[in-house]
């Protein structure tokens, strides 16, 4: 097939370079036809659906691939990039045998490229400064507080889920677009989810999971038999089997991501995933079923650093009014009347080279956070200043020690190439 990677690479220099980064060292999501946002699209072309509002991805071959599916099983590893899972199942024949049986390539993630952000476009088909759910932190200026959008939580608080409940936010309303699971019942396709118990009933699963049924799961076994005997089941109906696994995440944040432990997690699940699903699926199951398997980002290592915590820049944190939000690596400054240019020099002068910086609204102007007419909330939610780092910099505003090893957020081809293996299994 066609050069993705190349394709990719080369498609981001203009826009990139116009910015200020530097030359075939970052990624720019690929919104016109190879990013997760068009995943979606392609998921309703597949099942004979009226379009989204952008368009699916344009690969012929994995259209190839998906002619006639009355069946789409989706496997979403959190935090695996591309050149980790291909690294990472070379070695092993039967993992490497997956990768030559499939149709395996990079896809773009979409900016900031985190979790919150990505399954909410993914989930709605709708672009970042569409949904507004851009970032794991953001200011929430209708509450008056900054939010963590996966636990939906005042940031302050610490990690107790749902506590914004209590101030009115309510997860299945707080979308200002539709989510996907509706259409695709009322199409004709059965939605399914598998979620760890931990987040099967989380805030941000009831804002995602519309009309689609939830199964928890407690272990990798546990999960893919329970998904094998779902995708063996007779299908009156079209069927989308929605799988998302955490844990390579976790430990790629705790350990880094090129950690022993990380790889492991990786290897043992789809190993899992080999023993309790492929191998014994039925005929029946494999009967006109596509399986995907897929990231929401990467991850690069950011060694700890004393020199990125505003503990130690208390000038800077004086010239805002609130702690900066959005991602570590991607960070939305919100800075007192008149200090934008002081906050911008701050950071050149502090971190030479480290940040790329530019007026939030020139950002959304660009094109960074998608295509489309952005939400009357995403100004407030981007701040006035945005920096994004070049090479592994981050910063680290919270009071509570840095224990990360791994971020993301930025442009770095290990964090915004992800995978997409697509293997037809009859």
């Known amino acids: 097939m066609t050069d993705v990677r190349k394709q ?32 979606t ?54 993992l490497r045998a997956l990768v030559q049986e499939g149709l395996f390539f990079p896809l773009t993630s979409v900016t900031p ?35 963590n959008m996966i636990t939906h939580s005042p ?5 107790e889920a749902g506590l914004l409940y209590r101030a009115g936010f309510i997860p299945e309303t707080a979308l200002p677009v539709s989510s996907i699971g509706p259409a695709l019942k009322q199409g004709g396709v059965d939605a399914h989810s598998f979620l760890h118990y931990g987040i099967s009933n989380s805030g941000l699963s009831r804002m995602h999971y519309q009309e689609v049924e ?46 022993e ?33 897929t990231a929401d980002h990467g991850q690069v290592a950011t060694p700890k650093n004393p020199t990125y915590e505003l503990v130690n820049h208390p000038d800077l944190m004086q010239m805002l009014h609130l702690p900066p939000t959005g991602e570590n690596r991607f960070i939305f400054f919100h800075p007192k ?16 080279g480290d940040f790329v910086t530019m007026p939030s609204s020139q950002a959304v102007e660009a094109g960074f956070f998608g295509p489309g007419v952005p939400d009357i909330t995403v100004p407030d939610r981007i701040g006035e200043l945005i920096a994004i780092p070049t090479g592994n910099a981050y910063l680290w505003w919270s009071r509570t020690p840095n224990p990360l090893l791994g971020r ?3 442009f770095d081809p290990l964090e915004m190439l992800v995978p997409l293996l697509a293997l037809r299994l009859a």
């Open 337 to 352: 009347p008149g200090m934008v240019q002081a906050v911008d020099d701050y950071v050149h002068a502090a971190w030479p």
């Open 408 to 410: 993301h957020g930025a």
């Open 41 to 94: 699209g392609s998921l309703f072309q597949w099942f004979g659906l009226p379009p989204l509002r952008h368009a699916p991805l344009q690969v012929t071959e994995l259209d190839e691939r998906a002619a006639n599916v009355d069946q789409i099983i989706i496997l979403l590893m959190d935090a695996v990039a591309f050149e980790r899972m291909q690294g990472w199942m070379e070695p092993d024949p039967g």
């Open 214 to 259: 939830r199964h928890p799961f407690s272990s990798g076994a546990d999960l893919w038999i329970a998904v094998r005997q779902l995708a063996e089941l007779p299908r009156r109906r079209r069927r989308l089997i929605w799988v998302y696994h955490g844990a390579v995440d976790s430990l790629s944040h705790r350990y880094g991501p090129n950690s």
């Open 261 to 293: 432990q990380a790889r492991a997690e990786f290897t043992s699940f789809l190993k899992t995933m080999q023993a309790n699903f492929l191998e014994p699926l039925s005929e029946q199951g494999r009967k006109k079923t596509l399986f995907l398997v």
């Open 8 to 39: 990719l690479f080369e498609g981001s220099n203009n826009i990139l370079l116009s910015q200020g980064f530097p030359a075939n060292a970052s990624i720019f999501p690929s919104y016109a036809g190879l990013s997760l946002l068009n995943l």
């Open 113 to 147: 490229c985190t979790t919150s952000n990505v399954l909410t476009t993914l989930w709605t088909g709708c672009s970042p400064v569409e949904h507004a759910i851009l970032a794991y932190e953001l200011f929430l200026k209708e509450f008056g507080l900054v939010a």
């Open 155 to 159: 940031m302050a608080l610490g990690h």
